[in-house]
């Protein structure tokens, strides 16, 4: 393709109007002459027209976002960025971080006139901009994208807005608001939602962050263990009483459980990964080396550029050298020894899929098993019954009214949509005939509707289904069905099934995985088993990298880059790397500070 002259490329690109081009049918001898409309055009139509979601994902690979060559990205006309303050229009102001906007005003100088008409909203824009200080965001610009922030960065800029508006008598409600904040940030929370108490106002916060929690004046502990053992109040009163209580949650606070640091670190192995020369967004030119083998965390305050380095460059070049992904790279000059790593898998919190069709038997790969278990039966011999007639995605063994799902979708139209259970086979996903087959006494809906634990002891004389589920028990999932839908687990319940699913695969050694706070919505204890599953893999020989801010999880890794300083345009540096312990010892590492008091 690189050698056809560039008029025939642009013909194949962008059409040939008016030049009538001769070409034959494959399946008949007419031959023909008309103008051909070009790719391009021909990719925009389809886009246009499909009403499907997964081929508007797949038109898109063939496009990227492009600055208007008009404004330059900056959206405004001439004459709006004609009116300067301070010698800077709207669009560079914006541009700006939030900490360099407020010294902007600041330091702004006005005349006695400007200075009257102007006063009020300078002390406006200065409130506002302390309150998203105040919360950790002082990295963020004005002009950033809402799409492009995390789910923390847009709950904390919600929790400003509402400082801001001075209210009184209101409820807050709350969802981990630490989420993606750095030790050091944390304190700033918490002063501003005491703020926010102090005012006259209530929060509500579900939490599992310890400094949060100490903070409280009243906690309210739920339990004792999760899902079908859970659902009762523990404990419910002040903190100092928690910490005397047996709540798992109480021990964790006091000190009577935690999470142990290991005696002896792993040793990284010869080979290593090298990212040279990484500049994308605020990454400042920097090479970070990155041992295999070994347990890795990469640490920083929000903002400093932690997911851009290992998203946006490392993973994004892996997964396109390793299996083609169309995917654009950050910038960055090479990443040296690939060919030390086969594989890279990123495991992060997303649904394992997104209908009530999909389900932890289904993802693992038990519902395989399962189903030949029950085509093995005598009835099913009998019946004629072959596999598929055990399966909910296809026609035969089903329900029909719900189409297999157990449940009922309505469409609310301006509300999300619900689902009710199916009338007919009252969420069993099967119709009358396929559940009269048993094995055991159990039909497959009783099966699916088993918790993993009662599954484990039904199949425990059949090895390729109690490893699966071992695996699912063993990273705290003791708890959830079989058939539980993908759309009632939780985030964190999501990424250790992918993780049990992993860990129940033949290790090669040379797999490389990514995780990028794992421990988001997790408990003291739920973190502990998490730690544990990452060592399992790290043990088998693969390289497990995280980007975390627990210091539970930092604490027991082996190797640490702590990114920094700050976040923004101060941060994108290499601040620290090196053992736990080394990195207690670096000035100007903000993790290394608070690192210092957990492992004293």
């Known amino acids: 393709f690189k050698k056809i002259p560039k008029k025939i490329k642009d013909a194949i690109f962008f059409g040939t109007e008016g030049e009538n081009i001769p070409f034959k049918y494959n399946f008949g001898t007419k031959n023909n002459r008309k103008d051909f409309v070009g790719i391009i055009e021909i990719i925009e139509k389809r886009y246009k027209e499909t009403a499907s979601d997964f081929m508007k994902l797949e038109y898109e690979k063939y496009m990227r976002e492009v600055h208007c060559e008009e404004c330059h990205g900056r959206r405004l006309k001439k004459e709006a960025l004609s009116v300067l303050v301070g010698g800077k229009n709207i669009v560079e102001v914006c541009d700006l971080d939030i900490e360099s906007i407020r010294a902007f005003f600041t330091d702004l100088k006005l005349n006695k006139r400007d200075k009257m008409i102007a006063d009020r909203i300078i002390k406006e824009i200065n409130e506002r901009l302390t309150f998203l200080i105040n919360v950790g965001l002082s990295y963020l610009t004005l002009s950033r994208a809402s799409g492009t922030l995390s789910g923390g960065e847009s709950q904390r800029i919600r929790l400003a807005t509402q400082i801001g508006s001075g209210l009184m008598g209101v409820i807050y409600i709350l969802d981990e608001p630490s989420i993606g904040l750095h030790q050091r940030d944390n304190r700033k929370l918490v002063q501003s939602l005491k703020r926010l108490r102090d005012l006259g106002n209530t929060l509500i916060v579900v939490e599992h962050d310890e400094e949060t929690m100490m903070e409280a004046d009243h906690i309210i502990d739920i339990g004792p263990g999760a899902g079908e053992h859970g ?322 999880v930092i604490k027991v890794c082996d190797h640490i880059i702590d990114i920094g300083p700050e976040g923004g345009n101060k941060g994108g540096m290499v601040v620290a790397t090196g053992t736990p312990e080394e990195v207690t010892k670096m000035e100007h590492s903000y993790t290394g500070e608070y690192l210092k008091k957990v492992l004293e």
């Open 231 to 552: 659902g009762d109040i523990v404990f419910q009163g002040p903190v100092k009483k928690l910490l005397a209580s047996d709540s798992i949650t109480g021990q964790y606070l006091s000190g009577r459980m935690k999470i142990e640091v290991p005696h002896k670190r792993r040793a990284a192995k010869k080979e290593k990964l090298s990212i040279i020369g990484a500049t994308h967004n605020n990454l400042k030119n920097i090479t970070v080396e990155l041992p295999l083998g070994i347990f890795i965390c990469i640490t920083g305050v929000s903002g400093s550029g932690k997911s851009t380095l290992v998203h946006e460059i490392l993973y994004k070049t892996l997964a396109k050298e390793l299996y083609g992904s169309k995917d654009k790279p950050g910038a960055h000059k090479e990443i040296k020894g690939m060919e030390n790593i086969d594989k890279v898998i990123n495991i992060d919190q997303s649904p394992i899929g997104r209908t009530p069709r999909s389900n932890p038997a289904t993802y693992t790969g038990v519902f395989d098993v399962i189903r030949d278990i029950f085509t093995m039966t005598q009835e099913a011999k009998m019946r004629g019954y072959e596999k598929g007639r055990f399966s909910f995605n296809v026609r035969g063994g089903r329900c029909e009214a719900c189409s297999g799902d157990g449940m009922i979708k309505i469409e609310m139209h301006f509300l999300p949509d619900i689902y009710v259970p199916c009338e007919v086979c009252h969420g069993k996903r099967y119709n009358r005939e396929t559940l009269e087959v048993k094995y055991k006494g159990k039909s497959i809906a009783d099966v699916l509707n088993m918790t993993v634990e009662e599954a484990l002891s039904f199949f425990e004389n059949i090895p390729q289904i109690r490893n699966k589920l071992q695996t699912l028990h063993d990273v705290g999932l003791s708890y959830i069905r079989l058939g539980q839908p993908s759309t009632t687990l939780s985030g964190g319940e999501a990424q250790r099934i992918k993780l049990s699913t992993e860990l129940s695969k033949r290790a090669t050694g040379k797999t490389l995985y990514i995780l990028d706070e794992p421990t988001t919505g997790l408990h003291f204890e739920d973190t502990r088993k998490l730690i544990e599953i990452l060592q399992r893999l790290t043990d088998s020989g693969n390289t497990v990298l995280v980007i975390e801010h627990n210091l539970d």
